[in-house]
């Protein structure tokens, strides 16, 4: 994992979105239904951040 400000700063970010989200879920009440979808999301969203990351450091 590359040790960057922005992938550091990025990573926060999206953390900080999905946690957001899931509070917003939650208080809804569907966090049975919503709470794997959360996760995949959170895998996804992370997964995508370092690629883009990990290509644009690279070059």
Not at 45 to 51: D, F, G, I, N, S
């Amino acid at each position: 994992m590359l040790t960057t400000k922005r992938t550091v700063f990025g990573l926060v970010a999206v953390l900080l979105t999905l946690a957001v989200f899931a509070m917003m879920v939650w208080a809804q009440g569907s966090d049975v239904i919503a709470a794997p979808v959360v996760l995949i999301v959170a895998v996804a969203m992370t997964v995508c951040y370092l690629a883009i990351d990990f290509r644009g450091a690279n070059g």
